[in-house]
Antibody, heavy 117, light 107 residues
Framework: EMQLVESGGGLVQPGGSLRLSCAASGFTFSSYEMNWVRQAPGKGLEWLSYISSGADHIYYADSVKGRFTISRDNAKNSLYLQMNSLRGEDTAVYYC??????????WGQGTLVTVSS | DIQMTQSPSSLSASVGDRITITCRASQDISNSLAWFQQRPGKVPQLLIFAASTLQSGVPSRFSGSGSGTDFTLTISSLQPEDVATYYCQRFNGAPLTFGGGTKVGIK
């Protein structure tokens, strides 16, 4: 069974940094396109970043471009999101999301990031 | 950037009713659209991809249609377990924008 488990969330001060990780298991991680999506409290879903299966294509939402960096290690079945220059509006649950070309896949349970002094 | 606009933002209907949610793209996205369901307190689940293909395991009362800029998600007979917020998402090209969501409730 496919599992995506996020970690690395927590409380950080404005201007600080965090690195989120997503551990994948139960599927061929290297065949999956991966994304980070967040949801602020009581708000809708916001796509943040995409990385192709081979990491040769990477995209970012304008809201995080230049501050966040997505990466993956297919040997370790892991996805990462390095978040710098964090702001209050980055407070949200961050989801790791993955699908293959047949649309098999799913979402992790999310990790909460709180940006506050 | 392509914007995705959903309507209505919320609706309330009776059990057994047919409901339709609309998603409009600001540019032609062909059939590159997915629909997700997020039940209260839960993680989003994929319902439909490629605008009209039902994900495995999703009840047949859900259907999707459309191409280009206008898309719809239809629930043919609303059930209590369908109470959720529904999101459309453009895929196949950045940004992979979500619509603002449609909150569906039961009267």
């Amino acid at each position: 069974e496919m599992q995506l488990v996020e970690s690395g969330g927590g409380l950080v001060q404005p201007g600080g940094s965090l690195r989120l990780s997503c551990a994948a298991s139960g599927f061929t991680f290297s065949s999956y396109e991966m994304n980070w999506v967040r949801q602020a409290p009581g708000k809708g879903l916001e796509w943040l970043s995409y990385i192709s299966s081979g990491a040769d294509h990477i995209y970012y939402a304008d809201s995080v471009k230049g501050r966040f960096t997505i990466s993956r290690d297919n040997a370790k079945n892991s996805l990462y999101l390095q978040m710098n220059s964090l702001r209050g509006e980055d407070t949200a649950v961050y989801y790791c999301v993955g699908y293959n070309t047949n649309w098999e896949g799913g979402w992790g349970q999310g990790t909460l990031v709180t940006v506050s002094s | 950037d392509i914007q995705m606009t959903q309507s209505p933002s919320s609706l309330s209907a009776s059990v057994g009713d047919r409901i339709t949610i609309t998603c409009r793209a600001s540019q032609d996205i062909s059939n590159s659209l997915a629909w997700f369901q997020q039940r209260p307190g839960k993680v989003p689940q994929l319902l439909i991809f490629a605008a009209s293909t039902l994900q495995s395991g999703v009840p047949s009362r859900f259907s999707g249609s459309g191409s280009g800029t206008d898309f719809t998600l239809t629930i043919s007979s609303l059930q209590p377990e369908d109470v959720a917020t529904y999101y459309c998402q453009r895929f196949n090209g950045a940004p992979l924008t979500f619509g603002g969501g449609t909150k569906v409730g039961i009267k």
